[in-house]
């Protein structure tokens, strides 16, 4: 009876896990963020399909710190949607902030970072230009193998969350289209999504990105 009761709060505990990791960010109850659809989900990963998305990015950043590219690129997408822009205007803060990840070779070597934001859609139409910022714009379905994790997100984190969605990707019908993607595009071997202003220190929700097109997903 003991065996069978652990057994039960085992598998409880699991698909609790499965629903909080399929949850909406609490974060996109409150503000904007771009919309998808949940195309498959199993131990480690979700895959999602997203749709005519637009990104406002800053130039590569070439630090050996995630968090400190991370830093410099949000304050330049602060100022944007502070007003900062050729048309003067205020822009609402959305969710989440990207940072795309091109990795060195080494430890110590420096990194090239994109950091984006997730442009509303009542500005997408035209949205204002800045210096130091371009428009990346995803005409049609573009798909992410996604990884969730909370805390306030450290440089040590980036690659084991990396590495971690990767190894659960293998053997799936995924793994092909995930790799595939990545090697299309050498420039962002992967993106972590943060959901929460600096200032919350609870319920903090991140992920980690891997993109990859409708082509590479057509045999699934």
Wanted: net charge negative.
């Amino acid at each position: 009876m003991a065996r069978r009761s652990g057994l039960m709060l085992l598998l409880l505990a699991a698909a609790a896990a499965a629903v909080a990791s399929a949850a909406v960010p609490p974060s996109c109850e409150r503000i904007e963020c771009p919309s998808y659809e949940v195309v498959d989900s199993a131990n480690g990963f979700e895959i999602r399909r997203y749709s005519d998305a637009m990104w406002a990015s800053t130039a590569p950043i070439e630090d050996i710190s995630f968090v400190a590219a991370t830093r410099t690129g949000f304050l330049q997408l602060f100022n944007y949607i502070q007003g900062k822009n050729a048309y003067n205007e205020t822009i609402e803060m959305t969710a989440p902030v990207l940072t795309q990840v091109a990795p060195s070779d080494g430890p110590f070597c420096v990194s090239s970072f994109v950091v984006s934001f997730y442009v509303p859609a009542k500005n997408q139409p035209d949205p204002p230009p800045a210096e130091g910022l371009h428009v990346q714009r995803w005409a049609g379905a573009r798909y992410a193998a996604v990884r969730r994790f909370g805390g306030f997100v450290a440089d040590s984190d980036v690659g084991e969350q990396a590495a971690l969605l990767d190894a659960s990707l293998q053997g799936t019908r995924w793994a092909a289209a995930v790799s595939d993607g990545r090697r299309a595009d050498p420039t962002s071997s992967y993106t972590v999504a943060q959901y929460n202003s600096p200032f919350e220190f609870s319920g903090r929700v991140n992920e980690i990105w891997m993109l990859f097109d409708a082509k590479d997903a057509s045999d699934m």
